[in-house]
T-cell receptor
């Protein structure tokens, strides 16, 4: 079993829908990252969380440390949100461990 | 402030050759991490450097090596290339090592024939 599991692996939705991507992990962590990767490869760091909730524009990330679970929400989704979303966790000062990614497609 | 830059952006090599990839972090950032991304394995951690010292190393063979210079620029080297080394190699920089937001470069796409 991978240390970091994301669901779903693929998600297709219509423009305007509310999107939720989930990330579960099996180890104690110091921080959890949500990353966005567009076609072509460039990766952008969206959030770094160690507790609670963060919001940036239409994106919201939450984490439940006790349940070892995090969610990334996108409100009023738009075709430009189409990308691969990757969850990654860090244990202490150790290396980042990545989930397999969720491919999101938003149709107009 | 300029972002993380990686050179070259694309590279084609043949089996058995070696390759050196370069990463220039954001000005003032002292930590550089390297990652390999393949369709089969996804993103995997290679190394992390801070102030010219390797802090962490992933589970890759000794053919993969790296270093960091006093100006925080970093290089990674892969010797005796194998077909399976074909991948997107990404570097990311942060102010310090550990619990920091990382800023990723555009990557170097390596194809081994």
């Amino acid at each position: 079993k991978n240390e970091v599991e994301q669901s779903p692996q693929n998600l297709t939705a219509q423009e305007g829908e509310f999107i939720t991507i989930n990330c579960s992990y099996s180890v104690g962590i110091s921080a959890l990252h949500w990353l966005q990767q567009h076609p072509g490869g460039g990766i952008v760091s969206l959030f770094m969380l160690s507790s609670g909730k963060k919001k940036h524009g239409r994106l919201i990330a939450t984490i439940n440390i006790q349940e070892k679970h995090s969610s990334l929400h996108i409100t009023a989704s738009h075709p430009r949100d189409s990308a691969v979303y990757i969850c990654a966790v860090r244990q202490g000062a150790q290396k980042l461990v990545f989930g397999q990614g969720t491919r999101l497609t938003i149709n107009p | 402030k300029a972002g993380v830059t990686q050179t070259p952006r694309y590279l084609i090599k043949t089996r058995g050759q070696q390759v050196t990839l370069s990463c220039s972090p954001i000005s003032g950032h002292r930590s550089v991490s390297w990652y390999q991304q393949t369709p089969g394995q996804g993103l995997q951690f290679l190394f992390e450097y801070f102030s010219e010292t390797q802090r962490n190393k992933g589970n890759f063979p000794g053919r993969f090596s790296g270093r960091q210079f006093s100006n925080s620029r970093s290089e990674m080297n892969v010797s005796t290339l194998e077909l399976g080394d074909s991948a997107l190699y990404l570097c990311a920089s942060s102010l310090t090592a550990g619990r920091e937001t990382q800023y990723f470069g555009p990557g170097t796409r390596l194809l081994v024939l």
